[in-house]
């Protein structure tokens, strides 16, 4: 089963951007179905960003314009670039990973904090 690691969280200010990666191993990402997920203070646990392995993607739509996720496939990483961050994005940041048929592996999650 694929292992996760996600970085590159950190706190700015609304507006500003930040460039999540989740690092697999154990297998490589274009093998992988992969998303990014959120949960914010109080809230419930929703997704923010997929990729089949056809590179068909899907976004929430609050997030639509704003982030955008793709492969690194030399860094064997998926990765979330989000700008114009918005105090409602504030959230720790989850990265998950599966195969066809096969069960979600996920990492520990990075915290992303948006405030002035």
């Known amino acids: 089963q694929v292992q996760l690691v996600e970085s590159g969280g950190g706190t700015v200010q609304p507006g500003e951007s930040l460039r999540l990666s989740c690092a697999a191993s154990?297998?490589?990402?274009?093998?992988?179905?992969m998303a990014w997920h959120r949960q914010g203070p109080g809230k419930q646990h929703e997704f923010v960003a997929g990729t089949t392995r056809g590179g068909s993607l899907t976004y929430l739509n609050s997030v639509k314009g704003r982030f955008t996720i793709s492969r690194d496939s030399d860094k064997n990483a998926l990765i979330l670039q989000m700008n114009n961050l918005k105090p409602e994005d504030t959230a720790v940041y989850y990265c998950?990973?599966?195969?066809?048929?096969?069960?979600?592996?996920w990492g520990p999650g990075t915290q992303v904090t948006v405030s002035s």
């Open positions: 154990g297998d490589i990402v274009s093998n992988l179905i």
């Open positions: 998950s990973g599966r195969v066809p048929g096969g069960d979600d592996s």
